[in-house]
């Protein structure tokens, strides 16, 4: 399978299918201590050190959680490309990706070293 790298990744499509490390997950709660999150972050990583920050609704951090582990492997598809949040952005980037209860995050059992 083609994998599409993070630079080239737009909301032209709605069919991107990418492969990245998880370089950092968290969860957002916006200073509400104790309380469900109100979303969980991510930083990706691709073989060719480009990066984006994905969220995904505070309802689906449980599934994100599960399918998906810091500084594992995951193929995304079935997600949103949206434009950077202007009220938060953890790197300079135009989009970011929105996780859906749709989108399929898959572990990958492959080396990390490939990855930046």
């Known amino acids: 399978m083609a ?3 993070l630079r080239e990744v737009s909301p ?3 069919n991107w299918c990418i ?3 998880v370089a950092r997950m968290w969860e957002h709660c916006g200073g509400r201590d ?3 999150p109100l979303h969980v972050d991510l930083v990706l ?3 060719e050190g480009d990066v984006m920050y994905p969220e995904g609704a ?3 951090a449980d599934v994100i959680k599960r399918a998906v ?3 594992g492997v995951c193929t995304f ?3 949103l490309v949206v434009n950077m949040k202007p009220s938060y952005s953890p790197f300079c980037a135009k989009y970011m990706i929105k996780l859906t209860p749709w989108t399929k995050m898959v572990s990958v059992s492959m080396s990390v070293d490939s990855f930046p």
Do not use: H, N
């Open 3 to 5: 994998y599409a790298r």
């Open 12 to 14: 032209i499509s709605k």
């Open 19 to 21: 492969r990245a490390r």
């Open 34 to 36: 104790g309380l469900p």
């Open 45 to 47: 990583v691709d073989d």
């Open 58 to 60: 505070g309802r689906d």
């Open 69 to 71: 582990k810091e500084g």
């Open 77 to 79: 598809t079935k997600f």
